[in-house]
């Protein structure tokens, strides 16, 4: 019997001392430390908030887990995989490239996205059409990324390589010193590459110096696998119900839509042209509540900010109304660009009324601009067949995979309004998204006058997935 009482009772010592899995004493504690970078594809903070790709998913992560999150950003690069090796957060989440070195430091999640590692010029320069043909150049990258890695592999087979491994400097601040001309050259992730092209037109690739490579979160080697397990289980289940395809379309769907011409005459006439029509933008964003600059952006696809336009089938003014719209909105003369912005911000606001309230933003608002475009008969049609397809009509992203479909007699013969160019909304609201975007990043860089900033809102919903 005293045998049994002292086996008992080992075992229930032994019990109280091994510690609870890791998930669980995050969970009790209530946040989740997490390790990003302050870069437009991770986590960024504009007139809306936080944001970033790597935000959002982080976000996603800490609802399942029932926790808020705590950013922590290091002050370089290449002490995010110390960190974690150190166990000072419990992941990183900063757009990490899965490499081999890497894998032996710290443990990856299944892969989110695929990026190719470029090589970056400016139009105009010397274009270097392979390794070889920097060594003219000043190239620099970030120390300790995987850039400077497939350099340092690189070297082996050309000993005559130089770069430059940047403590101080981050990929965003690198990219923005080859557009000042500054360096001559620099290595970034075709993400960013792609995002940062759209503020820096004359910015272009010059070669792909890596295959695709895996973006992956990054976990410290511990026995006690827990947080990990729970990770991997979400992304493999935020792939298979669409969620991740989602988020990856908010961020990165549209970016390539405009080409080199049209950003520059974009730039251009952000000098030229709109300065004119900024009160009545602004005037328009504080009477709807719309951000001036997404009204801008519609008005730019509408008429390149052109009072006088006039399309062929009779529509004019900024916002290109038509004759029976204008009159319904009360605007006596559509070339006016006063009365054109109004009207067309009214009618923003009237075509947001013909989504479902349950839709939330920002797919209300790109949903509502697709209706516009193309009729919401078509639009509805489009959804109609999104839902046949087990996928959302609610999301834009899975709308405009199917608005092409309207073309197709396939599936136009099986719906109520028949036949549609359902490529040109999809364009039309791409456009649209990356002169917001690039609006945006325009004010962010300059100081406006007071009187020129209105209500940050988009709409009165909050921006969910």
Known sequence: MRWLILTILSLSLLSCSIPKPLVERIKEEGTLLVITRNTPTAYFVDEEGEKGFEYELVSLFAERLGVKVKFIFPETFDQIVPMIQRGEAHLAAAGLTVTNKRKSQVRFSPSYMDITQQVVYMRGTRR??????????????????????????????????????????????????????????????????ALARRFYPRMQVAFDLSEPQPLAWAFQHAEDTSLYDAARDFILEIKENGILEQLTERYYGYVDNLDFVDKRTFRRHIFQRLPELLPFFTQAAEETGIDWKLLAAIGYQESHWNPEAVSPTGVKGVMMLTKATAEGLEVEDRRDPEQSIMGGARYVRLMEERIPERVPEPDRIWLALAGYNIGFGHLEDARILTERNKSDPDKWSDVKQHLPLLAKKKYYTTVKRGFARGNEPVTYVDNIRNYYDM????YAQTEAPPEQEQPKILTSAPSTL
């Open 128 to 193: 270097p059409k392979n390794i070889e043909e920097t060594r003219n150049g000043i190239f620099e990258v970030v120390a300790g990324s995987s850039h400077d890695e497939e350099l340092s592999r690189l070297k082996q087979q050309h000993p005559d390589l130089e770069w430059t491994a940047q403590q101080e400097l981050d990929s965003k601040e690198l990219l923005y010193l080859v557009k000042e001309q500054v360096i001559d050259y620099t290595v970034a992730d075709s993400n960013e590459i």
């Open 439 to 442: 609006l945006k990043w325009h």
